[in-house]
C-alpha cells in the first residue's frame, strides 16, 4: 500500500494508532489505508478487525445497493469484522452519495479517493455526506493538494491519508492545517463560509 500516514484533523500523525484494512480488490487504489486484506484472510481470522469495503463494489449497475450474492459477501464481512466502513472515489455523482444515505449513515468510516489533483469532488462529497447527516469519520486520500487540506476541514473531513513524499516538509503541513485558522478582519477564518455572495 506503499509508505503512507494519516494525520488527523489538527495535523497530528495517528498512524501507529490506525488500525483500518482495506479489503483487497483489483481496483483499490493505493492509499486508501495503511494495510489491506483479502477476503481470505479476514475470514479466516479468529480476531475482528476494523475493515474498508469498496462501495462501487455493493452497488448494481444503477447505482443502488446490490443485493444477492454481494449482499451476503458484505453481511460476511460485516460478521468478521468489529467496525466497517466503505472507501469511494469522487469521480461520480454526489446524487449516488444522496441516493445511499441510509447505508452511508450506518457506516463508521468513509474514505473519499481523490483520483486526480484538478478533481474537486472530494469537496462535493465531504460536504454532502455532511449534510445527509453523516456523523462518522469522513477521510480524504488520493491525490489532493497541501493548499487544500484547510478547506477540506471546513467541508467536514476529519482524517488524511498523506504519502511519504507529502510528509517530508512538515512545516508546510503544518501550515496547511493552520492556514484559515487565523483571524481575518477580526473574524476567525474558520468560521466564515467557503463561498460568499458579497
Given at each position: 500500500?506503499?509508505?503512507?500516514?494519516?494525520?488527523?484533523h489538527?495535523?497530528?500523525d495517528?498512524?501507529?494508532?490506525?488500525?483500518?484494512?482495506?479489503?483487497?480488490?483489483?481496483?483499490?487504489?493505493?492509499?486508501?489505508?495503511?494495510?489491506?486484506?483479502?477476503?481470505?484472510?479476514?475470514?479466516?481470522?479468529?480476531?475482528?478487525?476494523?475493515?474498508?469495503?469498496?462501495?462501487?463494489?455493493?452497488?448494481?449497475?444503477?447505482?443502488?445497493?446490490?443485493g444477492?450474492?454481494?449482499e451476503?459477501?458484505?453481511?460476511?464481512?460485516?460478521?468478521?469484522?468489529?467496525?466497517?466502513?466503505?472507501?469511494?472515489?469522487?469521480?461520480?455523482?454526489?446524487?449516488?452519495?444522496?441516493?445511499?444515505?441510509?447505508?452511508?449513515?450506518?457506516?463508521?468510516?468513509?474514505?473519499?479517493?481523490?483520483?486526480?489533483?484538478?478533481?474537486g469532488?472530494?469537496?462535493?462529497?465531504?460536504?454532502?455526506?455532511?449534510q445527509?447527516?453523516?456523523?462518522?469519520?469522513?477521510?480524504?486520500?488520493?491525490?489532493?493538494?497541501?493548499?487544500?487540506?484547510?478547506?477540506?476541514?471546513r467541508?467536514?473531513?476529519?482524517?488524511?491519508v498523506?504519502?511519504?513524499h507529502?510528509?517530508?516538509?512538515?512545516?508546510?503541513?503544518?501550515?496547511a492545517?493552520?492556514?484559515?485558522s487565523?483571524?481575518?478582519?477580526?473574524?476567525?477564518?474558520?468560521?466564515?463560509?467557503?463561498?460568499?455572495?458579497s
Amino acid at each position: 500500500m506503499g509508505n503512507h500516514h494519516v494525520l488527523n484533523h489538527e495535523g497530528v500523525d495517528i498512524s501507529q494508532n490506525d488500525t483500518w484494512l482495506a479489503l483487497s480488490t483489483n481496483e483499490l487504489p493505493d492509499g486508501i489505508a495503511l494495510s489491506h486484506i483479502s477476503l481470505l484472510e479476514l475470514l479466516q481470522k479468529q480476531e475482528k478487525l476494523e475493515v474498508l469495503l469498496p462501495l462501487s463494489d455493493l452497488l448494481d449497475s444503477a447505482g443502488k445497493l446490490a443485493g444477492g450474492l454481494l449482499e451476503q459477501v458484505s453481511d460476511l464481512v460485516t460478521q468478521h469484522a468489529s467496525r466497517v466502513g466503505v472507501w469511494v472515489t469522487a469521480n461520480s455523482d454526489t446524487d449516488l452519495l444522496i441516493g445511499l444515505s441510509e447505508f452511508l449513515l450506518q457506516q463508521d468510516l468513509i474514505v473519499i479517493h481523490v483520483p486526480a489533483f484538478t478533481d474537486g469532488r472530494g469537496f462535493s462529497y465531504a460536504q454532502t455526506l455532511r449534510q445527509i447527516g453523516y456523523k462518522g469519520e469522513i477521510r480524504i486520500a488520493g491525490q489532493f493538494g497541501r493548499d487544500q487540506i484547510a478547506y477540506l476541514l471546513r467541508t467536514g473531513v476529519d482524517s488524511f491519508v498523506l504519502n511519504e513524499h507529502d510528509m517530508q516538509s512538515i512545516s508546510d503541513i503544518n501550515q496547511a492545517f493552520s492556514a484559515l485558522s487565523s483571524s481575518y478582519d477580526g473574524r476567525n477564518a474558520a468560521a466564515l463560509p467557503m463561498f460568499s455572495g458579497s
